[in-house]
Structures are given as structure tokens and as C-alpha cells.
Nanobody
Framework: QVQLVESGGGSVQPGGSLRLSCAAS????????MGWYRQAPGEKRELVAT???????NYADSVKGRFTISRDNAKNTVDLQMNNLKPEDTAVYYC??????????WGQGTQVTVSS
């Protein structure tokens, strides 16, 4: 099993920044992909950004150039730096890991609200 604890959500005005962090524990040696997803009210959960253990990244088109995903292997954390936030970025953000064999684990979610 993997345990994921997210932090860093909150409220910010348009154009502001937030940094989300996800701390992983448990079977972290078998993690192959770490990422962030989000779900707005009434919408499906969508990919925001992913990062493989090999260092490959993937971003949703809507966040490219504004969001950056990074991983600290020593601390077993994956962070999402979000700059130039827009109201449409408002959602619950979920940390996700994929283990060897394809098992998925999710964090509990953290709310991000962008509003003036």
C-alpha cells in the first residue's frame, strides 16, 4: 500500500500562485508515476500533470507554461507549483501514484479556489 498526504491548497486571487505538495509513504519503492489530477464541481476528474521516475513529464494543455511538477526523491514528495492561476483552475486537486503492475493510489484531495 501507499499512503498519500496532500497539503498546500487554499484560496488565491487570479494571477496568484500556490504550491501543492504530496508526501508518499509505504511501498514507495514501486512507484513508477506520480501526478496531480483535479476535479471541478460537476466535472470529471482530469489530468493536470504527471512525472515518471525516469523524469518524463506530461501536462494538460490548459496548464502548460503555468504549472510545474517536481519530485524530491529524498523526501518522497511530489510538488505542483501553480503560477498565474485562473478562476477555471478552481477544483479539488488529487495526488496520484501508479505502482509497478498498474495499481493506482489517490490522496484525499485538497481544495484550490481562484477568485477575486
Amino acid at each position: 500500500q501507499v499512503q498519500l498526504v496532500e497539503s498546500g491548497g487554499g484560496s488565491v486571487q487570479p494571477g496568484g500562485s500556490l504550491r501543492l505538495s504530496c508526501a508518499a509513504s509505504g511501498r514507495i519503492f514501486s512507484i513508477v508515476v506520480m501526478g496531480w489530477y483535479r476535479q471541478a464541481p460537476g466535472e470529471k476528474r482530469e489530468l493536470v500533470a504527471t512525472l515518471t521516475t525516469g523524469g518524463s513529464t506530461n501536462y494538460a494543455d490548459s496548464v502548460k507554461g503555468r504549472f510545474t511538477i517536481s519530485r524530491d526523491n529524498a523526501k518522497n514528495t511530489v510538488d505542483l507549483q501553480m503560477n498565474n492561476l485562473k478562476p477555471e483552475d478552481t477544483a479539488v486537486y488529487y495526488c496520484n501514484v501508479i505502482l509497478v503492475g498498474g495499481l493506482n493510489w489517490w490522496g484525499q484531495g485538497t481544495q484550490v479556489t481562484v477568485s477575486s
